[in-house]
């Protein structure tokens, strides 16, 4: 546990105290606590966070509403592609946000396939924000319920049928208490992830929507208010601890109330008209949903041929943009992303391995921090490096590595939350057989743990990977000028007008969505068998 929370020490809670203190502390060196009340009592704050708030919640109701018939057809239908499809489903949560942003404003803004065809516009509007949420966590419902419904025991439903229950009467007596816990389970998730909404709204909101995340870096990076930065990120922080709070005992409850039974057994083939038409729905739903955005930014990066990935090779035409060309910020973000990657697996590893040999509240309490850079603005865990980080030892401004940590504390909790129910399946008497037999304890990790985990630690590798990529909120402070990331780049060029740039900008998105897309499929291909097994 050294390594992980000394980790965590520096390089998450020093950064975050630091911007929270500098805001908060008054010139004469006390603190400016009614700061608090005076902040929270703007109006324009208010907006804000009422804006925030019922947002989120409008955006889990329609993307439960619209997400839980295809958690159905994946759990119960069997049909062919439906692996592929799976993986295509999961595509859009493992883009970046700055990606997503930027396909719907592809299909719903200025000059996009609804203005050019209909004359219809929706960027800069609710729906818009709405929609691309729908998008991006379509696939947190799908993989949350489907995952569980998928092992529910059909013949429970059936016994009811079978004593009179109708079929929704069935349904809603057996089927859907079981699934309670996942369905809360899943819309906590959507709900922590657009409160905390910042590429989507940056990009599709406009100066009328802002979320506490957009709003903590527009006082952080346009006003340079960092008293009202530091008090929305306290609340901010208060708000996200309580969601995940409720959220990991939705888990636990879901984890250990129900007995399931194995997955390929509860699939069939759709039977009569209405099961066909629920299938058939759904895959439109899937196609209008997930598949056009993201085709209409494919489509618009190639508008006048290789002309938009051309351009990224010449540093001038992006008109003063980028120091260099633009087309460089994908190994850029290669390269940090396979170094964050790194140390989010040495990190998040060690973490994994601690909490499944030991128990108690101390344990508890370290898996409650690994989980905090989930619910922290990155804005905030950015702008805190750039101003804790600059004295020595711990002067990186100017060090590379300063991205790579960054993305790496995002990294953590999937690497963690992968590793960790594989490592705590591991039978202790095969570590104890070998330690009996002479094996050091780092043979035995070698020989009895590795080999068991091994599967487990590539999709951790991935889904590190595929985060660490898209990182936007703390990277676009700390990325220098001479080195952008991937979404920094893409960000920037759809911050400047003109042809040019935009369409760069959807060649730069359409590189980022193949890159993320590749690790995911990866992803796919090492899978638990129907054994449970790695």
Not at 124 to 149: D, K, P
Not at 223 to 235: E, I, N, R, S
Not at 274 to 302: C, D, M, N, Y
Request: proline fraction near 5%; include cysteine.
């Amino acid at each position: 546990m050294v390594l992980p929370v000394v980790f965590f020490a520096v390089f998450f809670a020093y950064p975050v105290a630091a911007i929270v203190g500098r805001g908060l502390r008054a010139d004469d060196g006390g603190w400016r606590f009614g700061r608090l009340g005076e902040v929270l009592g703007r109006p324009d704050i208010l907006d804000v966070l009422w804006f925030t708030t019922w947002q989120a919640l409008a955006s889990t109701a329609l993307t439960l509403l619209i997400a839980l018939p295809g958690a159905y057809v994946f759990a119960r239908f069997d049909f062919p592609g439906k692996a592929l499809l799976r993986a295509v489903v999961t595509v859009p949560f493992v883009l970046p946000t700055v990606v997503v942003g930027t396909a719907f404003l592809a299909l719903l803004g200025r000059g996009g396939l609804l203005d050019e065809r209909w004359g219809v516009r929706l960027d800069t509007t609710v729906w818009a924000i709405l929609l691309a949420h729908v998008f991006f966590n379509y696939a947190v419902v799908v993989r949350t319920v489907g995952g569980l419904w998928s092992q529910l025991d059909p013949r429970q439903e059936e016994a009811a049928r079978v004593l009179g229950a109708s079929r929704l009467g069935a349904w809603r007596r057996v089927t859907l208490p079981a699934l309670g816990p996942a369905v809360a389970a899943a819309a906590l998730m959507v709900f922590l992830f657009t409160y905390t909404s910042f590429g989507i709204v940056q990009i599709l909101g406009g100066p009328a929507y802002r979320t506490l995340e957009a709003e903590v870096y527009r006082q952080t990076a346009q006003l340079l208010d960092l008293p009202t930065a530091a008090v929305l990120t306290l609340v901010q922080f208060a708000a996200v601890g309580a969601i995940l709070a409720v959220h990991a005992w939705t888990v636990r409850k879901r984890e250990t109330a129900l007995r399931l039974v194995d997955a390929g057994s509860t699939a069939r083939r759709p039977r009569g008209a209405g099961q066909w038409a629920l299938l058939g729905a759904v895959l439109v739903t899937i196609v209008l949903l997930l598949l056009l955005p993201l085709g209409v930014l494919v489509e618009r990066s190639f508008d006048g041929g290789l002309g938009y990935y051309r351009a990224l090779q010449d540093v001038d035409a992006a008109g003063g943009t980028f120091l260099v060309p633009p087309l460089e910020a994908v190994g850029n973000s290669l390269e940090y992303a396979v170094a964050a990657t790194g140390i989010a697996l040495l990190v998040g590893g060690l973490a994994a391995a601690a909490l499944a040999r030991r128990a108690g509240r101390l344990v508890r309490g370290f898996d409650a921090l690994l989980m905090l850079p989930l619910g922290v603005s990155a804005v905030t865990v950015g702008f805190g490096f750039l101003i804790a980080l600059d004295e020595p030892p711990l002067d990186l401004r100017s060090s590379w590595i300063l991205v790579p940590l960054a993305q790496a504390l995002v990294g953590v909790p999937f690497v963690v939350r992968t590793m960790l129910p594989v490592l705590r399946a591991v039978d202790v008497r095969l570590r104890e057989a070998a330690a009996v037999l002479g094996a050091s304890p780092w043979r035995v990790w070698r020989e009895v743990d590795l080999p068991l985990v091994g599967r487990a630690l590539a999709v951790a590798a991935g889904f590190a990977f595929a985060v660490s990529l898209g990182e936007f909120g703390a990277t676009v402070f700390i990325a220098r000028p001479d080195n952008p990331t991937l979404p920094v780049a893409v960000a920037r060029l759809l911050g400047r007008p003109g042809e040019l740039n935009y369409g760069q900008a959807m060649a730069l998105s359409t590189i980022l969505m193949v890159v993320c897309a590749v690790a995911l499929l990866l992803l796919e291909r090492i899978r638990v068998n129907r054994s449970g097994e790695f």
